[in-house]
């Protein structure tokens, strides 16, 4: 079968043929019909993760994907072949940019009928970060206000609309044609970033969710309540900054949990919530599409 693998740290990404998977005892093998790129693929590849994700290589690259369940192993119950699914693998294991997949079956949600197979690839690692983020970190609700940064990136997209849905008032940051796309997923106030200074425009928010870091984050201090919380996902946040500011902070360290990924379907389903899709690109033009989540550019997912 067809695999984009890596052979080392810094290597670049290779397209070749590999051995099909067999699934083991609490497995079930996927035929793989899309795989979603993440900023965390490119820092795996870069050994930027080494400590918290060391790789054994050669290493297939991925961790979200679609699909239809192909075999089961044993010991496995609740699903069946020809099943359509969602997943995200540990990114120990990866996996995903391949014709077929090995995943836990306890990693596995049906994916959602409202929207295509190949879009759903596009949920676990940036859906499943926002909803850690809102609702595990801490608990927005109706009535609370929340500025979400790079509102038109994978993670942000996916937290206006989560946030919307909670019931909680909007705001978010952007740029270019980014700043209509973070209106048309729901939220209430947009920020050009690069003709205004969100400082200025936004203050007392509950919580703040900084995807982006650096001076992003410092400057996100000043627009928090006292007792607010800010939230990051690039950059862990500065302890005794936030000490100082009396505000609360937390690192959002994503983890793979089928549960979770579960209850985020349901919602996707219920709710319409949308994968915002930066491009969809078949796997032999894998290296364009690496590069371009690399520049960090992306409008949704790749």
């Known amino acids: 079968m067809k695999a984009v693998r890596i052979s080392g740290y810094n290597a670049a990404p290779m397209l070749g043929e590999i051995p099909r998977p067999a699934a083991a005892a609490g ?26 994700f060391p790789l054994q290589f050669p290493y297939t690259l991925g961790t979200d994907l679609a699909g239809e369940i192909e075999e089961i192993g044993a010991d496995v119950q609740g ?52 909803w850690q983020a809102l609702f595990e970190s801490v608990a927005l609700g109706s009535g609370q206000s929340i500025l979400i940064h790079a509102g038109a990136g994978g993670v942000g997209s996916f937290a206006i609309q989560f946030a919307r849905n909670a019931g909680a008032r909007v705001f978010a940051t952007a740029s270019g044609d980014g700043t209509a796309i973070a209106r048309q997923l729901g939220a209430d106030k947009v920020i050009d970033y690069h003709a205004s ?35 990051a996902t690039a950059l862990s946040p500065d302890e005794a900054f936030a000490r100082a500011h009396n505000v609360e902070t937390g690192f959002v360290f994503h983890s793979s949990n089928g549960e979770r990924l579960r209850r985020i379907v349901d919602v996707i389903g219920e709710r319409g919530i949308k994968v ?19 520049s960090g550019r992306a409008r949704g997912k790749i």
């Not at 693998?89 to 409202?114: C, M, Q």
């Not at 969100?198 to 995807?211: G, K, N």
């Open 27 to 52: 497995e079930v093998l996927v035929r793989v019909v899309a795989a979603a790129l993440n900023p965390l693929d490119v820092k795996l590849q870069l050994g930027y993760m080494e400590q918290f």
């Open 79 to 130: 699903w069946s072949v020809g099943d359509k699914i969602v997943a995200r693998t540990d990114p120990t294991a990866g996996g995903a940019f391949a014709e077929y997949a090995v995943v836990p079956s306890n990693y596995l949600a049906k994916a959602p009928s409202t929207i295509p197979l190949e879009d759903a690839a596009g949920i676990g690692t940036a859906a499943g970060t926002a």
């Open 197 to 231: 200074d969100f400082t200025r425009d936004i203050s007392d928010v509950d919580v703040v969710l900084d995807t982006v870091g650096g001076d992003t984050q410092q400057q996100s201090y000043k627009v928090l309540r006292t007792g607010g919380h800010l939230l």
């Open 276 to 294: 915002l899709l930066d491009r969809k690109t078949p796997v032999n033009s894998f290296t364009e599409a690496f590069a371009h989540q690399a």
